[in-house]
C-alpha cells in the first residue's frame, strides 16, 4: 500500500516541498537545522543556560523537563508554519521523526502520551489538532497510550506571538483543565509543537499534576530563542 501511495502521491519534503525519493525532511533542509546546544537549561531546554536559567530557579516549572532537539529556524519552521497554518497535518510524521530521537527517554518514561490541549474556537478554525497528530505520531513508535482528552484548553487565550515572558504567564493563567480519571497517578508526555517560554507547557503541566498526574515532561520539535 505504501508503494502505491507513492506512485500517485510522491513523498514531497515537509521544508521545501520538493519530490524526493523517500518520505521526511531532505538534505539541503537537514543542513539548516540548528542543534540545541549542549549548554541549556536542563528543565526548560533554554539555551546558553547554565545547569538551570534564572527563572527555573526563581519559580520551577510544573513540568520536570523539556526534551527538544533543534532551535526553531530554517526549513525546520517553515514547516512547522505550514503544519500549523497552511492545511498540512500530513506533515505530522516527518515531524514526529524529527523529536523522535530526543524524546526516546521520554517515550520509555511515560505512562501516557497527552497533547497539549488546543482551544475548540481554534480547532474548528485550523480543521484538526497539531500537537495530537504529533502526539499519535510519537506514540505508535512506543506502543504508548495516547489521551487526545485529558488535557483540555477552556479560555481561549490571546496568540503568544510577539509577548514576553510575563505577557504570555498571565495570558495562559488558568486556561488548561484536566480529567483526573485520565491521569491520575500518570507520568505524562506532554507533546507540542515548539516550545517558547515553556508558559504554555507549564501551565499545562500545574493542570495535569492538580489532576493527580505523578509527574509531567514536555516533548516539542523545537525551542525558540
Not at 508526555?189 to 503541566?205: N, Q, S
Amino acid at each position: 500500500m505504501g508503494a502505491l501511495l507513492d506512485l500517485f502521491f510522491p513523498p514531497r519534503c515537509p521544508g521545501c516541498r520538493q519530490l524526493q525519493p523517500r518520505p521526511g525532511f531532505c538534505r539541503p533542509c537537514r543542513e539548516t537545522f540548528t542543534e540545541l546546544p549542549g549548554q541549556r537549561c536542563r528543565r526548560c531546554s533554554e539555551p546558553e543556560a547554565d545547569g538551570l536559567c534564572a527563572h527555573c530557579r526563581q519559580s520551577p516549572p510544573a513540568f520536570e523537563a523539556v526534551a527538544a532537539p533543534f532551535l526553531y529556524g530554517g526549513a525546520l519552521a517553515e514547516a512547522v508554519h505550514r503544519f500549523k497554518y497552511e492545511d498540512a497535518p500530513h506533515y505530522a510524521a516527518d515531524l514526529a521523526a524529527v523529536a523522535g530521537g530526543a524524546a526516546a527517554f521520554e517515550l520509555q518514561w511515560c505512562t501516557l502520551v497527552a497533547p497539549i490541549a488546543l482551544h475548540p474556537k481554534r480547532l474548528r478554525e485550523r480543521g484538526y489538532d497539531q500537537a495530537l497528530l504529533l502526539a499519535r505520531a510519537l506514540a505508535k513508535v512506543s506502543g504508548k497510550p495516547v489521551a487526545a482528552r485529558a488535557l483540555r484548553r477552556i479560555r481561549e487565550t490571546a496568540p503568544q506571538v510577539g509577548q514576553d515572558r510575563a505577557a504570555r504567564a498571565s495570558n495562559l493563567a488558568g486556561a488548561f483543565a484536566a480529567d483526573p480519571g485520565q491521569v491520575r497517578g500518570q507520568r505524562v508526555l506532554l507533546v507540542d509543537d515548539v516550545v517558547t517560554t515553556g508558559a504554555t507547557a507549564h501551565e499545562a503541566a500545574l493542570a495535569l499534576r492538580n489532576a493527580g498526574a505523578e509527574a509531567v515532561r514536555v516533548v516539542a520539535l523545537a525551542r525558540a530563542g
